[in-house]
């Protein structure tokens, strides 16, 4: 007889979603509907169909955004201490 399986062992990668729906897409990605239907008006942001329910795959979510990334500031570097040269005492 099959073993069934329990929520206990399901591992992340077996729960993590491959498509959100689009309120789902705008609260991950900060962007409101309106221009999430623009993006995809525009053919930047893929969807499926399925029945009445649009969702959208979370992988063309993660590709839009890094297709969109601007570059930063470099990197601090790290700061020096200058070497402390010892002073000389004044005689008093």
Do not use: F, N, W
């Amino acid at each position: 007889m099959p073993q069934l399986r329990t929520p206990s062992d399901e591992t992340a990668a077996d729960t993590a979603a491959i498509s959100v729906t689009i309120d789902a897409a705008c609260r991950a990605t900060g962007l409101g509907r309106s221009k999430l239907y623009q993006l995809i008006r525009d053919g930047e942001l893929r969807i499926a169909k399925i029945g009445r329910r649009t969702i959208v795959p979370t992988d063309d979510l993660r590709a839009l955004i890094d297709r969109h990334r601007v570059p930063g500031p470099p990197a601090p570097s790290p700061k020096r201490r200058k070497a402390r040269v010892p002073q000389a005492r004044k005689a008093a």
